[in-house]
């Protein structure tokens, strides 16, 4: 059996892993995916994840307009980067650019 790195015709360095959160899933599946995100890392490339706005985010919340899920947006960044997630696609970048900068500088005071 081959590994995905040895029998792509691509090249490797350019394959990024997007588990597609919110995409046919419901909030047990999207919650499962976000909390074992770090399983992903054995496969060897990088992961983008996007949960900006998302669904699960009015699910948990309440909040139905996707303007109002900021923080959600953020608290699920937050959680994914301590989980070694280094790709986001976001809705806010500056919000979350200060949302990451802060987080880090705590973490590595």
Request: net charge positive; glycine share 10%; proline share 3%.
């Amino acid at each position: 059996m081959c590994t995905l790195k040895i029998c792509t015709p691509w090249d490797n360095k350019k394959i990024v892993l997007d588990p597609g959160i919110g995409f046919g899933k419901n909030l047990k599946h999207n919650l499962t995916l976000i909390s074992k995100i770090s399983l992903f890392h054995s496969l060897g490339f990088p992961i983008l994840i996007g949960t900006s706005r998302k669904r699960f985010i009015n699910q948990i919340s309440g909040k139905y307009d996707t303007g109002e899920r900021l923080g959600g947006t953020l608290a699920s960044v937050l959680f994914l980067l301590s989980q070694g997630i280094q790709i986001f696609r976001v809705h806010d970048a500056k919000e979350t650019k200060q949302g990451v900068l802060v987080f880090k500088k705590i973490l590595f005071n």
